[in-house]
């Protein structure tokens, strides 16, 4: 839920996640005064996976002990042009989060070029949903990739290699202003 102050409340709980990815001038400084500074898309925040053990999540339903209240709760400030992704395991056991940001970048690419068009990036916001999308199913199907899945699965000290075929579910959301007034 979003508040007055511009403040969003996410509550997570398990394997699925949310990530806020912001839009800023580089950090690194090219040193050409001809051309403005390239602009780069981040992760300014993201929930952590609530695992009981490797591959067992926090989860509610039959079975499980677990309840509404073991959800990680947080307060995101909010910033227009922001963009909002969440997501099932299935794309967070396939793609790594700077992949994401990637993505993020590539999607935006034609609407930053144009000082943030907000019908550009309704449209940007479309592919980039796409494009995890489909970079999850093609990740998830390949047995040879190094992916987030194996890193996680050799930390609980198990062998895993490439992807792991799993529900793959994505919603991507701009954050718009309010809408101004039109003098005429």
Same mark, same amino acid.
Request: charge should be negative; include cysteine.
């Given at each position: 839920?979003i508040t007055e102050n511009? /403040? ?5 709980l398990g394997d699925s996640?949310?990530?806020? &990815? ?16 390239? /602009?780069?898309? *981040? ?9 009981? #053990? ?13 309840? %509404?209240?073991?959800?990680?709760? #947080?307060?995101?400030?909010?910033? %227009?042009?922001?963009?909002? %992704? ?5 794309? &967070? ?46 990740? *998830? ?41 039109? %003098?005429?």
């Amino acid at each position: 839920s979003i508040t007055e102050n511009n /403040i969003l409340q996410v509550a997570n709980l398990g394997d699925s996640g949310f990530f806020l &990815l912001r839009k800023d001038e580089s950090k690194y400084d090219s040193g050409d005064r001809r051309s403005p500074p390239p /602009i780069e898309w *981040a992760v300014v925040a993201a929930t952590t996976e609530q695992l009981h #053990s490797f591959n067992c999540p926090v989860q509610l339903g039959t079975s499980s002990n677990d309840t %509404v209240e073991c959800a990680d709760v #947080s307060a995101i400030e909010l910033e %227009v042009g922001d963009v909002t %992704v969440c997501c099932t395991d299935g794309v &967070l056991d396939n793609v790594w989060e700077d992949e994401i940001s990637t993505l993020c970048a590539d999607a935006f690419k034609e609407s930053d070029a144009c000082d943030g068009d907000m019908d550009m990036m309704r449209e940007a916001t479309e592919l980039f949903c796409q494009n995890i999308l489909d970079l999850a199913v093609r990740y *998830a199907e390949d047995t040879e990739r190094r992916s987030p899945f194996e890193a996680n699965a050799k930390r609980w000290g198990f062998r895993y290699r490439g992807g792991k075929m799993d529900d793959i579910t994505v919603v991507v959301s701009l954050v718009e202003g309010a809408e101004e007034e039109k %003098v005429v």
